[in-house]
């Protein structure tokens, strides 16, 4: 030890609650999110078995309410959201080649106010009821008459903090993105999971404020008597409808984007060739992001906007279609003539492209508004949805933790496990959903806790609950894969995949710092420039020297958990306990900006390969 | 530790003087850009909502245009002071900038005041959160605006005490840029509600 390093003196549980080193809270975020999936998937599997046969009261009506909302909310907000920022978190800093992010202090504060607001929404099962108006919560459903106790408004209050995180944490990546590359590493050499990432933050950063006012006005009308959706007093539904589809349809590109940015990697890496048409992946993700935002309309055809808007928001949507061509395309040029091999990873990126190519497909039908009023409400667009999101985002999320894994945690995954899981996911999912277009068609309504016998709907529901099985199963043998591979003692090289970006150039797990020295960047696919220029790693773009790290700080946790306090407040009108977490917030806020963090350094002589350990 | 020495030299830019000051205030713009869309978002809401009085007062019996023209006045100065204050920080000249903060401040209480006297009006007049669509939107979107500039008061006064503990360095620097932006920023959003809400509300009838 040298008197330079002052090294945090943490360990344990205490250390992951005060870290804010970005790496860690990738796997915080990871873990939670996990967490999240499997309360997600288990409201799936009750949704099932609740319609594998016709007349069935394993749950009832009402419960069924609860579980399609959960399910829904759960999955949109904490499982799917979380999971790609821990691999955002994990892996857009050392794709750039950067030590750390812009603001590691705010990202941390990100994970906390997330994890709080996903388990205030999870306690409304243990007081009093879950939320019952479904995920989008439309007005006046979710209005005090109709859905009565505190369940929606553990929605308003959880998602309200939850999505305060994720603003934050949207900020946090723009602004890394923006200002801390490495030399060298213009915007037209940065990755293509980078590339997503930015992107998608951008519209985090433009949707969620929209939410965040829907939420506000739900809850002033819902605790505080306001009037914005009661028709009665003169407020407006459709109000609602708009501010929650401005958000909520960037919020599917928030989600499948960086799925895109996934398969470009693995896709490339695995093909042993640079990624077909690079700049036309850059555009085309930029242009599907801004034409995100234009498009929310397609799911209010049936409100009654009249011929004009419809038809304008349907052909916006359909536009869509191209950019999103060119991604498909490119991908499969990209495995033209390439030397491909079948890790589980590239197993999960190649399944990901028909099917979400079929996803895609189903969206053109049902934005062609005429069509749209036979397909509305049915399970055609329980279909729809899931094979985008989950045939397109799922997928590219289990391509990234298979390809990433090893830069996370400094094991790779076992492949046998792996590809068993890939294939009765692969086949499950299918199953599952593949019935429901037929279902949808004829006329089974979503959301609806049951159906009648003889009306053939009963094959389609039977087979679709089975597939569900299948995904389960895969969704156990890849957490036994996480266990297994966790007891096993061989450790991951720095470059499992012969990969070209420069987090392959790194130890796996990276320490903490990252980068000894910062690397000078030479061209698309760093890594893979170097390597044909015979060299056995990056080039350093500094000298060796002493590395200045943050501290960390138990603060974020604290201020969540303020915020967290002051949510049941709100929630059973104590207004003490609204105190009680404010002050417990704003003190926080107030340390923190009173107190200047000096962090510590870590000297060049004491450098090995101490990463990140979970 | 020793390897810093911190030179007693501001450089011309303080706030933009280190990475850290550079990140801040590229991530303060973004999240204004978030903002305006939350305001846009309140506004909007506000637009189609103002005419639903549900029988109570309409906004041509409500608004009164001394009160909302000073409250405008005493808000646009304000962000003339804190430009003063940001000019004295680029000269180094502490004092100077404390005092024109403080000014700053000071204002933003005024405004405050006025505004909390004018709800409570409204209120008497039986224009409430509750007695309508109107009503909530009304208060809802100048009461964000309003709890925006307390926010802020309370922002600046915290730095306020910093430097008169740590001085004018390159870390006390960003913030006082920071909070100046958001001051702007705030101030903008009035010269919007000022125009949407209450000329606007003054002079149209009745709409469709
Ligand atoms: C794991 C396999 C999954 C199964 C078996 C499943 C099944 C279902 C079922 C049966 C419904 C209810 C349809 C209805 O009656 O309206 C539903 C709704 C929904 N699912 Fe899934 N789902 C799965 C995964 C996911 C994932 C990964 C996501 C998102 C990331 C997701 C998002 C949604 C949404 C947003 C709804 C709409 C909820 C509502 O109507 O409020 N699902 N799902
Ligand atoms: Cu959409």
């Known amino acids: 030890m040298s008197a330079h390093a002052h090294a945090p003196k943490r360990s344990g549980i205490a250390d992951w609650l005060t870290t804010v080193d970005h790496k860690k809270i990738g796997i915080l975020y990871l873990i939670a999110g996990g967490f999240f999936f499997l309360a997600g998937g288990i409201e799936a599997l009750l949704i099932r078995l609740q319609l594998m046969y016709p007349n069935l009261s394993l749950v009832g009506a009402k419960t069924f309410n609860e579980l399609i909302t959960m399910h829904g909310t759960t999955m949109i907000f904490l499982a799917a959201m979380p999971v790609i920022f821990a691999l955002m978190n994990a892996i857009v800093p050392l794709q750039i080649g950067a030590r750390d992010v812009a603001f590691p202090f705010v990202n941390a504060l990100g994970f906390w106010l997330f994890f709080f607001g996903g388990v205030l929404i999870n306690t409304s099962w243990f007081l009093g009821g879950a939320p019952d108006a479904g995920w989008t919560s439309y007005a006046t459903l979710a209005l005090n008459q109709y859905s009565k106790g505190s369940g929606v408004d553990f929605y308003v209050l959880g998602l309200q903090i939850a999505g305060l995180g994720t603003l934050i944490g949207g900020i946090n990546f723009l602004v890394t993105i923006i200002n801390m590359r490495a030399p060298g590493m213009t915007f037209m050499r940065m990755p293509m999971f980078t590339w997503s990432a930015f992107v998608t933050s951008g519209l985090i950063l433009f949707a969620f404020p929209a939410v965040t006012v829907g939420l506000v006005l739900l809850m002033f009308d819902r605790l505080f008597g306001a009037a914005f959706f009661n028709p009665d007093m003169g407020g407006n539904v459709v109000i609602w409808q708009h501010l929650f589809w401005i958000f909520g349809h960037p919020e599917v590109y928030i989600l499948i984007l960086p799925a895109f940015g996934i398969i470009s990697e693995v896709v490339s890496t695995f093909s042993r060739k640079r990624l077909f048409g690079y700049s036309s992946m850059v555009f085309a993700t930029a242009l599907i992001g801004f034409l995100g935002f234009m498009v929310w309309a397609h799911h209010m055809f049936t409100t009654g906007m009249g011929p004009v808007a419809n038809t304008l928001f349907g052909l916006a949507t359909m536009l869509i279609a191209v950019p999103t061509g060119i991604k498909i395309f490119n991908w499969l040029l990209t495995m033209w003539g390439g030397q491909i091999r079948f890790p589980t990873a590239n197993l999960f990126a190649v399944g990901f492209i028909p099917t979400f190519t079929i996803g895609g497909m189903t969206g053109v039908m049902l934005s062609i508004p005429a069509a749209d009023y036979q397909y509305h409400d049915t399970y055609f667009v329980v279909a729809h949805f899931h094979y985008v999101i989950v045939g397109g985002m799922a997928f590219g999320l289990f391509a990234g933790l298979y390809y990433w894994w090893p830069k996370m945690f400094g094991k790779v995954l076992n492949e046998t496990l792996g590809k068993w899981s890939f294939w009765t996911f692969f086949i499950g999912f299918h199953l599952t959903f593949f019935p429901q277009h037929f279902l949808g068609l004829m006329g089974m309504p979503r959301r609806v806790f049951t159906f009648l016998p003889g009306q053939n709907l009963e094959f389609g529901n039977f087979i679709s609950t089975i597939g569900v099985f299948g995904m389960t199963i895969g969704t156990i043998l890849f957490l036994l894969n996480a266990y297994v591979t966790a007891k096993s003692g061989k450790r991951a090289p720095a470059d499992p995949w012969d990969g070209r970006t420069l987090e392959w150039s790194i130890p796996s797990p990276p320490p903490e710092y990252n980068f000894a020295q910062t690397p000078l960047v030479r061209g698309l696919d760093a890594l893979w420039v170097e390597k044909m220029a015979g060299n056995k790693g990056m080039t350093p773009a500094e000298p060796l020297g002493s590395i200045h790290m943050p501290s960390g700080s138990i603060l974020p946790f604290l201020m969540s958990g303020g915020l967290f306090i002051a949510g049941y407040g709100f929630m059973y009108h104590k207004y003490v306990l609204v105190g009680i977490g404010m002050v417990i917030f704003f003190s926080c806020m107030m340390i923190r900006s009173l107190k200047d963090d000096p962090g510590y350094h870590i000297d060049p002589v004491e450098m090995d390969e101490k990463g990140v350990k979970a | ?208």
């Open chain 2, 1 to 208: 530790m020793a390897t810093h020495h911190v030179s007693t030299v501001l450089p011309d830019e303080p706030e933009k003087a280190t990475l850290e000051g550079k990140n801040k205030i590229l991530g303060f713009w973004l999240f204004l850009g978030g903002e305006t869309v939350l305001f846009g978002s309140l506004f909007a809401t506000f637009i189609a909502l103002r005419d639903q009085t549900n029988g109570g007062p309409t906004s041509q019996q409500l608004f009164d245009m001394p009160l909302v023209a000073a409250a405008t006045l005493i808000l646009l100065t304000s962000s003339l002071t804190s430009v003063f204050a940001i000019l004295a920080l680029h000269k180094h000249d502490l004092k100077k900038m404390q005092v024109w903060m403080t000014v700053t401040v000071l204002l933003g209480l005024c405004f405050l005041a006025l505004e909390i006297y004018e709800f409570v009006h409204y209120v008497h007049m039986g224009h409430k959160m509750t007695s309508g669509a109107f009503g909530s939107a009304f208060y809802t979107l100048v009461g964000f605006h309003g709890a925006h500039v307390l926010f802020g008061i309370i922002w600046i006064a915290t730095i306020q005490l910093q430097t008169v503990k740590k001085g004018l360095t390159v870390v006390t620097a960003p913030k006082f840029y920071l909070a100046s932006l958001y001051w702007h920023f705030i101030d903008v959003v009035w010269v919007f509600i000022f125009t949407v809400v209450y000329l606007m509300g003054m002079i149209g009838g009745k709409v469709g």
